[in-house]
């Protein structure tokens, strides 16, 4: 494509190429931009005629992205965010009136202990300010990829760093080990033995392992697992009258109230902490809303979470 070309490209072609990149498939890169998919292969035709290059190709039942298109990923997303900055820089944010939705992916744990007292805070900052909050799942950074989240919330251990998302440190959580308040076997902290005896009860989410798993596999630490959750909230249910034992963030386990009959003892290893960082998108980097939130994210960890 000679620079004569550029002329006959406007803008909803990129915002349509970038869309066909990441979905790979006319179908899906329809609905994310809501036109018929009849509008969708049109454009791709356009697309491949001044590329001169198919782009993408079938395979199966789907569509793999031929090199040409693979080499436009990084330099589409680029020009396309480059371009919203310049219309972002341009719009305000005011919290007191703006009706603003947020879509904030994070665990269990993180809703209990930081996103619960924050949202209290916003709702007086922002009345009309809405949440959509998704739990993690293992296909987190192809949401986040898709712009379908604008906030991830989530162990630093397990995030891939990429250069395609900004992070900021929100806080730290130690490990403990957490009983049935009524568990004899158990003193003020187990032993290895004790540890590996114990029925356990297991915290992963579908491929996405937990940073204290991680951390007991990598120390060689066995575990007599009994019962695996998705949800580290639901663990109280599963302990009391039991047994079992299992290890969770100190800050959570606080959280629990007295009905949950917990007590927390010392693990048998050392764990390392958990990092917590909040994850965005580029394109978001400079909307104003979004800044302003992340500051308040940020603020608000600082005030209350390095606080013991």
């Given amino acids: 494509m000679c620079q004569m070309e550029l002329s ?9 190429l970038d869309a066909l990149l990441s979905e790979r498939s006319v179908t ?3 609905d994310r931009l809501t036109v018929g998919q009849p509008a969708m292969s049109a454009t791709l035709m356009r697309l ?3 590329f001169d290059d198919e782009l993408l190709v079938r395979q199966g039942r789907g569509m793999i992205l031929t090199p040409v298109a693979e080499a436009l990923i990084q330099p589409v997303r680029d020009v396309i965010l480059h371009v919203e900055a310049v219309f972002a820089a341009r719009r305000t944010f005011e919290p ?3 009706g603003r939705s947020f879509s904030v992916t994070a665990n269990d744990y993180v809703t209990r202990v930081f996103l619960r007292p924050l949202l209290e805070i916003l709702a007086n900052e922002a009345p009309n300010l809405s949440f959509d909050i998704n739990a993690v799942r293992d296909d987190y950074e192809t ?3 898709r712009e379908e989240t604008d906030l991830l919330i989530i162990p630093s251990q397990v995030f891939p760093g990429h250069t395609a998302y900004s992070y900021e440190v929100l806080f730290q959580d130690r490990y403990v080990c957490a009983v049935d308040a009524d568990n004899a076997e158990v003193g003020a902290a187990l032993t290895l033995e004790q540890f590996s005896e114990l029925p356990y009860v297991a915290f992963n989410v579908g491929l996405l392992r937990s940073h204290a798993e991680i951390q007991l596999d990598a120390q060689g630490v066995a575990r007599n697992t009994q019962v695996s959750i ?3 909230t639901v663990a109280p249910y599963l302990l009391r009258g039991t047994r079992r034992v299992t290890i969770i963030q100190e800050r959570l386990g606080r959280a629990f109230d ?8 010392e693990p048998p290893v050392e764990l390392a902490p ?4 909040m994850v965005w998108g580029r394109h978001a980097e400079h909307d104003p809303g979004h800044r302003w939130f992340r500051q308040r994210v940020a603020a608000f960890a600082g005030e209350t979470m390095g606080q013991d």
Avoid: C, F, G, Y
């Avoid at 007295?258 to 003892?265: M, P, T």
């Avoid at 958990?274 to 960082?277: F, I, K, R, S």
């Fill in 8 to 16: 006959r490209i406007d803008l909803n072609l990129l915002v349509a």
């Fill in 28 to 30: 899906r890169a329809a």
């Fill in 48 to 50: 491949r005629k001044l």
């Fill in 96 to 98: 007191s009136t703006t």
């Fill in 143 to 145: 949401r986040l990829s």
């Fill in 230 to 232: 998705q949800s580290p």
């Fill in 258 to 265: 007295e009905a949950a009959h917990l007590r927390l003892v």
């Fill in 274 to 277: 958990v990092t917590m960082v």
